[in-house]
Structure formats: C-alpha cells, structure tokens
C-alpha cells in the first residue's frame, strides 16, 4: 500500500514538472522567469529525491538526507525569486540575493561533504530552523489572499514538514520516512492546487481588473500593492472619476464620456508602472490599449520611485 502511495506522490510530482515547464513558456513576457526556473529545479529535486529514497535501495542514507535537504533549500528559491522581480533588479537578484541564499541554508550540508564526515546524517539547530522559518514566511506568504493561497500555503507547510527530520529536537517517535512521506504528499497537492487555480477564470471584468487581478496573482502582495498605492496615487493626482482598491477599479461614475477620458490616462499610468515588470505584449493580451498622450499629459515617472 505504501509502495502504491509512493508511486502516486512520484506520478503527481511529474505532472507539477510539466506544467511548470508550460508555466515558464507563459512567463516569458514578464520579469518571472527566474523565478519558473527555480521552481522547475524545486519539483525535479522533489522528484530525485522521493524517487531515490522509495524506489533506489543501495543509495546510502546519508546521500538520501543530502538530497532531501537540498531539497527544502531550493524550495524556498522560488517565492524569494518574485519578490526580486522588478526590472532592473531582477537581473542581478539571482547572484546577490538567491545563491547566497542557497550557501547560508545549505551550509549544515556542505560541512558534511568533507571525507572524514562523508555520508553523516544531516541536523540543523534553531538558528539555521528560523531562517528557514523566516524565509517561507516571507517567500509562500507574499501569495496569501491571491488565487494562490492554497498552493502556496501547502508548499509552505511541506517544507517545514519536510525539515523535521533534520532539526536536532525532532520527535524520535515519528520516523524520517514519514515526515518525507508526508512533506511530499503535500508539495504534490500544492503542485496540483497551483494547476487548478490557474485555470480559474473570474467574473468577465474590465480590462483594467482583469489585469489588476493576473498581476496581483502572478507577482503576489508585496508588488501589487507598491502599484496599487501608485495607481491610487496617480489617480488622485489626475482627477479621475475611479478608485482602486484590492478588487481592482471601481467607477464613480456613470457619464461614458468621462469614462471614455479617464481610461486614456488610466491606460497610460498602468502601462508605465508595470513596465518594469512585463513587457507591452502582456499588457496587450490583456486588453488594455496603447496610447500616447503627448508631453503635456500628466506624468506618472514621479511615481517610479
């Protein structure tokens, strides 16, 4: 039975593979494409890892604590990677802030890569625990209240499940196995969580909703509401008949040619704030126009800061 729960985690892992590859594809008109690269290294070292320590018998064990472990150290790259996803700095995120990452967490492992400790058992103490409990906080938290939630929260909860093994006070009643087991099981549901609420559709919107709503959802809380203080900001500054808010634009009025002449500016304003995070042809698939209001037009690039 354990050996048919296994076999199922490992099936559902690979499907969370593939839809992160075609995730990637999709995510090539925004600043997020490290950020897929991350999470399509997390799920495979989710995938080497459970295939190594359920269906490989002569791998040592200490080899088979080094994959899961590194495992948890890359699952916390790819949120960490968004909240880095802001054009220019996306570029240089990965070697200033995520391998970096990666050495400081990772370095309870490394230690043991020395012959004379080859193979040991992997544990971490508190301090390394916090940083790690400080990370997914900070990384799977900037996805809650989006169509995310659950898949992030799972994936959170995963990892910390899946460090118990590791943590030096750890209940010796419950066997490594299962903690891994079950960390799994939930990484492959949020995987499954994250493919089905990307096929959610809301309610038929504006366009400016709609990609209120994608960019919310795509680069999580922290980023959504810098543009949305700037949108508010802008439409304040530009005396238009709209507020924003967390469900995206409402009207306050209901004169059409009023509208008509807000939408030019409101057009404008989201076009220069999110520039920095996707490119037009994102924008455009999404149905907002392009347009060109001239020198003498109100300036949204006092908002870029």
Known sequence: MIRILQAVILLLL????????????????????????????????????????WFVSDIPS??????????????????????????????????????????????????LWMPSDAWQPVAVGGPVLMAFGLVTVMGFGNFVGTRYTAATFLAGVA???????FATFRPESVSPDVWHIGSATLIALAGQAAISASKRQYAEESPYTTIWNDFRDTFGL????????????????????????AEG??????????REAAEVKISHTLRWLLRRFVEPEWIDARGVPRVDLGAKESDPSRLDS
């Open 222 to 245: 922290v980023w959504s509401v810098r543009i949305l203080e700037r949108l508010q900001e802008q439409g304040r500054r530009d005396q238009l008949p709209v507020e924003w808010s």
């Open 62 to 111: 200490g080899v088979v604590d080094q994959l899961w472990y590194w495992t948890m150290v890359v699952s916390c790259c790819p949120p960490i990677a968004v909240l880095g996803a802001r054009s220019p700095t996306h570029r240089v995120w990965n070697y200033f802030i995520l391998l970096p990452l990666v050495a400081v967490l990772g370095w309870p492992a490394m230690t």
């Open 14 to 53: 690979l499907r969370g593979l593939w839809f992160a590859w075609l995730a990637y594809g999709h995510l090539r008109l925004t600043t997020l494409t490290m950020a897929a690269k991350w999470t399509i290294a997390a799920i495979l070292m989710w995938c080497v890892a459970a295939w190594a320590s």
């Open 249 to 258: 634009l409402h009207w306050c009025t209901e004169d059409v040619s009023a």
């Open 159 to 165: 990892v910390v499940a899946g460090l118990v093994p």
